[in-house]
């Protein structure tokens, strides 16, 4: 899977954004999102804020799980008590593959060009090397975006970045609606992302 993260102030302005991609099942933590959606990406987040204000009020957990979906991307959210968002859109595609290329008979200007998730098991080297190397996380993900065990992952994830950031804005210096920019703060998101994602 491909994933966007980013995290969006109480003025619903952006604070901090990465693009990673999957550490599990032989990833590399490259994101693979195709050119239209790496430009569309800030785009979704940001009109699936309508859904997280909604949801917000009606629900009193932090973690609000997946909140909205466009095309084959999928956005979960995670709400801090002082309504900053964390907001993840993840692209589900097979490890260590591009997304699918344009066929000649596809219209290069319609948007997306992806593939839906994929249910098929990933090859048994990948498997095995998988769930030998689980290091305190899920051992491997499944490509579909709403099972119990991407969903587990994703909120331990939140989670990890929360606390990241609960030590990061308590810098005397750091206001809490201007923009994350520690090295510090960027390679934590990302270890999480490497332990759960």
């Not at 997280?52 to 009606?58: A, M």
């Not at 290069?108 to 098991?121: C, D, L, S």
């Not at 609606?177 to 703060?185: C, D, Q």
Request: a positive charge; aromatic letters at 12%.
């Amino acid at each position: 899977m491909s994933y966007y993260f980013c995290i969006i102030g109480t003025k619903d302005n952006p604070l901090f954004e990465l693009e990673f991609g999957t550490f599990k099942q032989g990833g590399d933590g490259v994101a693979r999102f195709p050119a239209e959606a790496r430009r569309l990406n800030p785009f979704i987040v940001h009109a699936s804020l309508d859904v997280v204000e909604e949801i917000q009020w009606l629900n009193s957990q932090m973690y609000l799980k997946r909140v909205d979906h466009f095309a084959s991307s999928h956005v979960s959210c995670f709400l801090t008590p002082t309504s900053t968002k964390f907001m993840l859109l993840h692209l589900p595609h097979p490890p260590n593959t591009p997304p699918p290329a344009l066929s000649s008979s596809q219209n290069p200007h319609v948007f997306p060009p992806f593939a839906p998730y994929t249910t098929t098991n990933p090859p048994s080297s990948l498997l095995r090397s998988s769930t030998s190397s689980s290091s305190g996380g899920t051992a491997a993900i499944p490509n579909n975006p709403t099972s119990p065990q991407t969903e587990e992952a994703l909120r331990l994830f939140f989670t990890e970045v929360y606390e990241a950031w609960m030590k990061a804005i308590m810098n005397p210096f750091q206001d809490i609606n201007k923009g994350l920019g520690s090295p510090v703060f960027r390679a934590r998101v990302l270890g999480a992302g490497k332990k759960f994602l």
